[in-house]
């Protein structure tokens, strides 16, 4: 089984970009697709980004399309989440998923890190 740790979360102001960090340890992660969710306070945990176990295939909530890329490098057995334009809105605990047998179109983690918290100030 994976064992996935989330780094890179922070404070940053409105307008501002962090780079999260998802690296995998106890199996290679390119047998797995890779996603990325949020969860706010109060609210439900959803689906930010996924990509595909060669990198080639991405999908991003509509929230994320334009601010947010997905990738991965499989040499280094890590996924990033880059995130430029940040607003308030995107304050949240991210969370990065492996999904051993689904597919990017349809990811059903079974596997989750921790979680990173990331906070954009107005």
């Known amino acids: 089984q994976v064992q996935l740790v989330e780094s890179g979360g922070g404070l940053v102001q409105a307008g501002g970009s962090l780079r999260l960090s998802c690296a995998a340890s106890?199996?290679?992660?390119?047998?797995?697709?890779m996603g990325w969710f949020r969860q706010a306070p109060g609210k439900e945990r959803e689906f930010v980004a996924a990509?595909?176990?060669?990198?080639?295939?991405?999908k991003y909530a509509d929230s994320a399309k334009g601010r947010f890329t997905i990738s991965r490098d499989n040499a280094k057995n890590t996924v990033y989440l880059q995130m430029n334009s940040l607003k308030p809105d995107d304050t949240a605990v991210y969370y990065c998923?492996?999904?051993?047998?689904?597919?990017?179109?349809?990811?059903?983690?079974?596997?989750w890190g921790q979680g990173t918290q990331v906070t954009v100030s107005s």
């Open positions: 998923a492996a999904d051993r047998y689904g597919t990017v179109q349809r990811l059903v983690p079974d596997v």
């Open positions: 106890g199996r290679t992660l390119s047998s797995y697709s």
């Open positions: 990509i595909s176990l060669s990198g080639g295939i991405t």
